[in-house]
Every structure is written in structure tokens, then in C-alpha cells.
């Protein structure tokens, strides 16, 4: 039953899947009840949807006016939830694929900046603490791409791993 083609035209079949504004609305606060969505998320998602541009960007903004939806409320939910793995510059990248607005991006990444450290020594330490420090170049090396993959900067990594990656003994 379910791959027997509609007889009404395809024309009808994609206006009779249209939401009105409140059914709009009631799919995007669904969605909000979740997770959050950055208004860009929303617009890509519910797009197909609406009836015309207008009644979704009308919709966003109720949402946004009523508190449903706020951009600064998922980058602190998001930067709180990624930040525990990875460094400030994946956190970064991740929240202007979800199309944060590259000052909220900055404002977060001043707030991460303080303990990015911190952060980097607990990644680095739940991976690598029956190993200990790096003693040769190339497990340093081994190290340092590690905490780089998880968006971490190099002087981060240098304060993390505790030289250079050059082998002392080797001087």
C-alpha cells in the first residue's frame, strides 16, 4: 500500500503538505522541545513546510520574541556540551556549521579561553595517563596530534605535553 502512487497531481500533493503558520509553529516548537536550534537550523529545516518565506521568517521571529528559540541559548548549550572533548577552535568550526553568527562565535570563545588548558590536560590525561609524558619526539609528536585533531591550539599543546617535541637527550 505504501508504494502505490498518488493519483492527484504532484503539484497538489506538495501544496496539501504545506503547514499553515500555527501548524508551523507547532512543528518548530516541537522541535525546540528536544533540542536547541539556531535560527539558521530552523529555517533549513522548516523550509520545506511553509508556505511561502514570509510566514516562516514571521514564525522565527515569534519564536525568537516569545523566548522559544535563541542563538546565545544554544551556543552556551552547545560550547558546554562539545567543550568537555574538544578544543576551542572545533568548537569553533562546529558552531558556524550550525550557523552561529560570528560574534556570538567570538563571545563564546573568550569565555572557553580561560580554561582551555585545563580542558586540553583532561583529554589529554584520559587518554595518555598510563602512558605518562612523551619522552621521545615521536611519541610527543604521536601526543601533540592528538590534542591538535581535537582542536586544540599548539601552545596549548607545548604547555600540556611540557617541551617541544625536540628530545633533550638528544642535545
Partial sequence: MFNQRRSDSD???????????????????????VREYTRAELLKKLSPLAQTPETLIAVLDELAQGGWQSD?????????????????????????QKGVSDALIAQTLQN????????????????????????????WARQARFLASRGFGSAVIRKVLGSTGACEDDA
Fill in 72 to 96: 546565545e541559548r544554544f551556543a552556551a548549550a552547545f560550547s558546554h556540551h562539545k567543550s568537555h572533548k574538544q578544543g576551542a577552535a572545533l568548537v569553533a568550526q562546529g558552531m558556524r
Fill in 11 to 33: 503539484a497538489s500533493f506538495v501544496a496539501d503538505s504545506l503547514l499553515s503558520k500555527r501548524a508551523l509553529k507547532a512543528k518548530a516548537v516541537g522541535l525546540l522541545a
Fill in 112 to 139: 572557553l579561553s580561560a580554561t582551555e588548558q585545563t580542558r586540553a590536560l583532561s583529554v589529554w590525561e584520559k587518554k595518555f595517563a598510563r602512558e605518562g609524558r612523551p619522552n621521545d619526539a615521536r611519541s
